[in-house]
């Protein structure tokens, strides 16, 4: 049996988001020079990688399509990230961006599942009924769960996110607080099955 493959989102699970102080946006970053990875990501990616997991990148990028940044520029965005994501040797396979608006109403976007399908039938070699999708939004775990892949909440323990998830009938495999967490859960404990994610889902904590 094939070792799982792990979906990342990007934005928030890779790199930190950006806080436009004038408008109190938040948005992904909108040029190279804005990119910030995370605290342990790099490391999180070489452990992985050397435990013989394979890596993959699952993104919603709309902000050309918003014209908010060019193409040029949001594909250097991506590349930086990678590069600076692999730096210790961390090997991501493929890339899959979605460029659409949500209101384009397309296939890929998630929380529809169709880059997650994509990414797993460029990579056969690994195994679907033991792959994840890792993300800090409930659209990464509603595209996760439409292909019943585990699905890792990277977050806050939050009452609102709880709420959220309790409405629409979603259960992450785990909840953790980021990516570091998450890779810690999977090299440090046996693998567990999607009837045992309430062991590693906190309960819920007011909102700080």
Not at 57 to 68: C, L, Y
Not at 125 to 150: F, I, N
Request: net charge neutral; proline share 6%.
């Amino acid at each position: 049996m094939g070792k799982p493959l792990i979906l990342l989102d990007r934005d928030g699970v890779l790199n930190a988001l950006v806080v436009d102080p004038e408008q109190g946006t938040v948005n992904s970053p909108l040029h190279p020079s804005q990119v910030r990875l995370l605290p342990g990501v790099a490391e999180a990616l070489a452990h992985l990688t050397e435990a013989g997991y394979g890596l993959a990148v699952v993104t919603n990028q709309p902000a050309w399509a918003k014209n908010k940044t060019t193409r040029a520029n949001l594909e250097a965005v991506h590349r930086t990230v990678l590069a600076e994501a692999t730096r210790l040797g961390g090997r991501v396979l493929s890339s899959h961006l979605c460029l659409h608006r949500a209101e384009d109403g397309c296939a890929c976007r998630k929380p529809r599942p169709g880059m997650l399908r994509e990414a797993l039938a460029c990579h056969v070699e690994y195994d679907p009924s033991q792959s994840w999708m890792v993300g800090d939004g409930v659209t990464d775990v509603q595209a996760g769960a439409a292909l019943g892949l585990r699905t890792a909440f990277l977050g806050p323990r939050k009452c609102d996110a709880c709420k959220i998830m309790e409405q629409w009938d979603l259960h992450p495999t785990v909840w953790v607080a980021d990516l570091a967490a998450f890779t810690t859960y999977l090299l440090g404990e046996p693998e567990k099955t999607h009837g045992n994610s309430h062991e590693t889902r906190p309960a819920c904590q007011g909102v700080r």
